[in-house]
């Protein structure tokens, strides 16, 4: 839950507060109802626009609407197939309702039949058929049916400050940001202030058999803010995360980091109405204007219109989709997207351009930020062989140099569309903020608030959440530390950290020296460094937390007996690289002193029962760690980077070997791998699912080498710890894991009308560990081992897995307040071991769409 602070979600949540506090929208918000006029029935996707303007909207299936207007705006159109066209004038600032009643046009009564409400299904719809025809012909309209495919890409993603008002830009604090304010772009009926811009062309080849793409980038550009308190590389990231490509061809389309089913997906009749609403004589072929809409609108489903070349190949020419406002998705205040394809000389279709809009604000007029990506296809190449070496190496180079990329002067001859009015300054202006002393202060405030580090020259200090901790064998501790950045070296960084317990009245500390061999950040794709290291710190025994983060202070809260802890001395040398195919190995050495703290104490069984503990068990390990992450991709920055969860697997396998050199003083070879992969369930959300196993080879091995499985005390929900386990309650040599975590996304509580408005989502988890221990390990079989722990009573805290297995599961509710998950756990087995809960809640944050 702590490990990915560093994401760029929480940046933009905060943004959202910051400016909704002080800003508010002086603008006209018109909604009402439309309906017939003669039936009285409502009419979905009438369109109400401001005459002149591209400001507008649509009704919902219900013939709702809701439009925003600002300035001198005081008009609006309502148009509908089939219907006579109706005009309205608005009263300006104030909120208002406008219901209105269309009537049919005469006119057209020969070409449309107007009818009564009737109950809508499948069967013998002209509109279902035709849907189905698209359905069945997709495969010959996609790319994927050509042997080759070469094409010339032009991306743009451009984001802005939305909704803003006057009174936002005439507060002091932005006195000195005037110039950013002297084109606002209000086409949209919303002022908008343009903030970040970035831009790619790129040569992309697709191969059929063996199926390959591969992304070459001839030029980019992006605004740049100062490195030292933005990561440039991994905000780009982020925004093509949020902004991914739409393949409507695809049955799932990804929206704001979630799945969207697709109104041409195989199951689309299952979950869409389809309605026929026009059919378009003007183009060649004629075209059917095809409108779509969830059979339940809270549902994570599309809805908008499809227009379905009539000459037999079914393709679609032109896509309009949005969402309904009642969907489950967080600060979402508005989505467009517009997909635009054209005809190749074989007769078929092929994209020519996507636009894909986004808005997020915590509420609807509060102000926000509104993003658009611009995708523009040219220079197509069908069925041309290209060599194979075009396609090896890594799916898309998105990182050249900054040498490689073109001027800015070339950018206007190979720009294949022009920037938009209020684009055209945003790279002279972010260069301008840089240089402001207010904006340079306020950036390193900010980046120490949310990512947690101070920048203070070519160092960072911090992870300031470990300043301060409490446990009950240190007491209150502080700590103080930090680490070097690529302002101080491009090959070499240090980190550091010392910190003191007032209890124990031992000092802590932790040294660390890396060297890049591939001349890059320690941090970035493809890594390739060696890195040494020496810590002596204190630990929880079996509990695989970072090692720089086991005090932070949210950690520090515990519940039951936490008592038996470890004071460490911990020498670390290890090799990592990465192939561009993401596959990685390491070779780690370790050499490792523990002494055992509190209560806990080593005794070997040999020994009386009286028999004072030993003092320390030094072991020496070799170790070797496999990887392959197909198609990972990253939020990487200088300084950090996490991994962005897809739909492909991923492969772990880890070896270890303990040897009698250096002190240590056992040996056995172990044996660990696991896999985990999400799969994307559609409208039905996600689920996360990870198997894992491992197996110890050798004998008279003490407990604290053994597989003392993570357990949590803590009151956080922990994915990948067992969250109703005591520390120490079970020891394996082999054993064998599964652990599912299944987000429904809101699909059973947007049909229960009380729930449904919360927008709260489901998510349920069930986790199983089946293991246990050779009698040449097991203390009450083995005299060469260390005795398993006891309580006062002298009863053992630590058992192993029998025949059955440890199992437990939660359900819980997600997206309170948009952030917090609460889950009720119950511990299913092994109840009647001591100090153990059947029932827990536990708590998680979480940002998330």
Excluded: C
């Amino acid at each position: 839950m702590l490990q990915h602070r560093k994401k760029w979600a929480p940046l933009l949540l905060g943004l959202f507060v910051v400016i909704s506090r002080i800003a508010t929208a002086q603008t006209t918000l018109v909604n009402g109802i439309v309906t017939d006029a003669k039936t009285g029935e409502t009419l979905p996707f009438v369109n109400v626009v401001v005459p002149g303007t591209t400001v507008g909207t649509t009704t919902d299936t219900d013939g709702k609407y809701s439009l925003t207007l600002s300035g001198s705006q005081n008009r609006i159109k309502f148009t509908y197939v089939g219907y006579l066209s109706v005009e309205k004038t608005v009263t300006a600032g104030t909120t208002q309702v406008i219901n209105i009643k269309l009537a049919v046009d005469a006119t057209l009564l020969n070409e449309v039949t107007v009818k009564g409400k009737a109950h809508y299904r499948n069967r013998d719809n002209p509109a279902v058929q035709l849907i189905r025809q698209v359905i069945a012909n997709k495969e010959k309209n996609q790319m994927g049916n050509y042997a080759y495919v070469e094409y010339e890409q032009y991306e743009k993603i451009s984001i802005a400050l939305s909704n803003l008002s006057e009174r936002f830009r005439s507060r002091r604090i932005f006195r000195n940001y005037q110039f950013l304010f002297t084109e606002p772009d209000s086409a949209s009926g919303k002022n908008r202030l343009p903030a970040y811009l970035e831009e790619k062309l790129s040569q992309v080849y697709y191969r059929k058999n063996p199926q390959a793409r591969q992304q070459q980038v001839k030029a980019q550009r992006r605004a740049e803010f100062d490195p030292r308190f933005v990561d440039n590389k991994g905000l780009s990231k982020y925004f093509n995360r949020l902004y991914e490509d739409i393949n409507l061809y695809d049955n799932n389309v990804s929206i704001a980091t979630n799945q969207l089913l697709s109104p041409i997906a195989n199951s689309a009749p299952t979950f869409y109405k389809f309605f026929i609403r026009d059919t378009v004589k003007t183009e060649n072929p004629w075209l059917i204007e095809l409108g779509f809409v969830p059979r339940n609108k809270t549902d994570l489903l599309f809805e908008g219109k499809l227009f379905i070349t009539l000459d037999g190949n079914y393709a679609v020419q032109n896509a309009y989709l949005t969402v309904n406002k009642d969907i489950n998705l967080n600060y979402l205040q508005d989505l467009e997207a517009r997909l635009e394809f054209e005809k190749s000389p074989d007769g078929r279709y092929h994209p020519r351009k996507t636009t894909l809009a986004m808005e997020f604000s915590l509420g609807g007029n509060t102000p926000g930020i509104y993003g658009q990506r611009v995708v523009n296809y040219a220079k197509y190449l069908i069925n041309k062989e290209v060599p194979d070496y075009v396609y090896t190496g890594s799916l898309e180079d998105a990182d050249r140099p900054v040498s490689a990329r073109q001027p800015e002067a070339d950018w206007d001859t190979i720009r294949p569309v022009p920037l938009e009015k209020s684009e055209v300054r945003i790279y002279r202006n972010i260069d301008t903020l840089q240089t402001i002393p207010s904006f340079r202060r306020t950036m390193s405030y900010a980046t120490m608030f949310i990512a947690g580090f101070k920048p203070v020259g070519p160092v960072e200090i911090g992870p300031v959440n470990t300043f301060y901790s409490f446990n009950p064998i240190e007491g209150f501790r502080l700590r103080f530390g930090g680490r070097t950045t690529t302002d101080f070296s491009k090959r070499m960084y240090l980190e550091s950290y010392a910190a003191y317990g007032f209890k124990d009245e031992k000092w802590k500390y932790f040294l660390s020296g890396t060297y890049s061999i591939n001349n890059q950040s320690v941090y970035a794709f493809p890594l390739h460094y060696v890195r040494a290291s020496f810590q002596r710190d204190t630990k929880i025994p079996g509990q695989d937390l970072q090692f720089v983060q086991e005090d932070n202070f949210l950690l520090s809260f515990k519940r039951g007996q936490n008592n038996r802890w470890l004071y460490n001395d911990i020498y670390r040398v290890e090799y990592i690289r990465e192939l561009e195919n993401h596959f990685s190995y390491k070779v780690g050495f370790n050499q490792w002193t523990q002494t055992p703290a509190g209560i806990l104490e080593y005794i070997p069984v040999s020994q009386g029962e009286n028999t004072r503990g030993t003092t320390r068990l030094t072991n020496t390990e070799l170790n070797l760690e496999l990887r392959y992450a197909p198609q990972e991709q990253f939020y990487q920055g200088k300084l950090y980077r996490v991994p962005i969860v897809n739909k492909y697997p991923i492969f772990t396998l880890r070896y270890g070997t303990g040897v009698r050199i250096l002190g240590g003083e056992n040996r056995y070879h172990t044996f660990s791998g696991n896999v985990e992969k999400r799969f994307y369930l559609s409208q039905f959300g996600y689920l996360d699912a990870t198997a894992e196993g491992g197996y110890t080879l050798g004998s008279h091995i003490p407990f604290p080498l053994l597989t003392i499985h993570r357990a949590n005390q803590t009151y956080a929900y922990q994915l990948n710890s067992y969250n109703l386990m005591n520390f120490l309650e079970f020891v394996s040599d082999h054993y064998a894991s599964i652990n599912v975590q299944y987000y429904m996304n809101g699909f059973l509580f947007n049909k229960i009308p009380l729930l449904k408005h919360l927008k709260l989502r489901e998510v349920f988890s069930f986790k199983a560990l089946a293991g246990g221990l050779r009698d040449e390990n097991h203390p009450d079989k083995a005299s060469d081992v260390y005795r398993f722990p006891v309580d006062e009573q002298g009863r053992s805290v630590s058992y192993t897995l029998g025949k059955e297995p440890y199992v437990e599961g939660s359900v819980g509710i997600a997206n309170i307040f948009k952030l917090l998950r609460v889950d009720l756990v119950k511990r299913f087995t092994y109840l009647n071991q001591p100090n153990v809960s059947e029932w827990g809640i536990r708590a998680r944050f979480k940002f998330d769409f």
